[in-house]
């Protein structure tokens, strides 16, 4: 326990004294705040004018060093249709549909996969006659499983 008077720390207001502790007249200061800002600013607007420069520089040195076509490919490229040049400028197929240098829609081609599929799901047909496989409509499939249900797997060789 404490042998002081309580209240023997505080002034004639009854306000707490401490000599160890003094407060700040702000808690801000608003000067180095805007200080900060504005170097903010004039960095990212240097590194700006760095990176056009960098670009600059390296288009610049792209340009000087793309190389002309050879006399051989100069000789080539000259006997071609504009259909074969204009096939030189995009990549090998595949390609993805439906970007340039592509011919096909890809809209009409899937419509031609949905219908092929639905044409194969619907068809009779014999797969290998002799054996007695054949392929019939997925639906009628379905009922004759429903009808008989599949045939149960063979229990599995229990090893020693």
């Known amino acids: 326990m404490s ?3 309580h209240g023997a720390a505080h002034d004639a207001s009854g306000l707490p004294t401490n000599p160890d502790v003094t407060f700040e007249s702000s808690d801000v200061e608003v000067g180095s705040i ?3 800002l504005f170097a903010l600013g004039v960095a990212v607007a240097l590194s700006l004018f760095l990176c056009v420069y960098i670009f600059r520089f390296t288009a610049n040195l792209m340009q000087k060093s793309n ?3 050879t006399a051989a490919m100069q ?3 000259d ?3 504009p259909e074969e040049k204009q096939a030189m400028d995009y990549p090998s197929e595949p390609r993805l549909q439906g970007v340039p240098g592509h011919s096909n829609d890809p809209q009409e ?3 031609q996969k ?3 599929d639905k044409k194969a799901n619907e068809s009779l047909a014999w797969i290998d006659r002799n054996a007695g496989l054949a392929q019939i409509p997925v639906e009628d499939a379905m009922k004759i499983i429903a009808e008989k249900g599949l045939a149960g797997a063979p229990p ?3 090893k020693p």
């Open 156 to 158: 599995a060789e229990k």
């Open 75 to 77: 000789q080539m490229t």
């Open 34 to 36: 805007y200080w900060y």
């Open 109 to 111: 081609d899937l419509r």
């Open 114 to 116: 949905i219908a092929a």
């Open 67 to 69: 190389t002309p076509p």
């Open 3 to 5: 042998t002081e008077k």
């Open 79 to 81: 006997k071609m249709t």
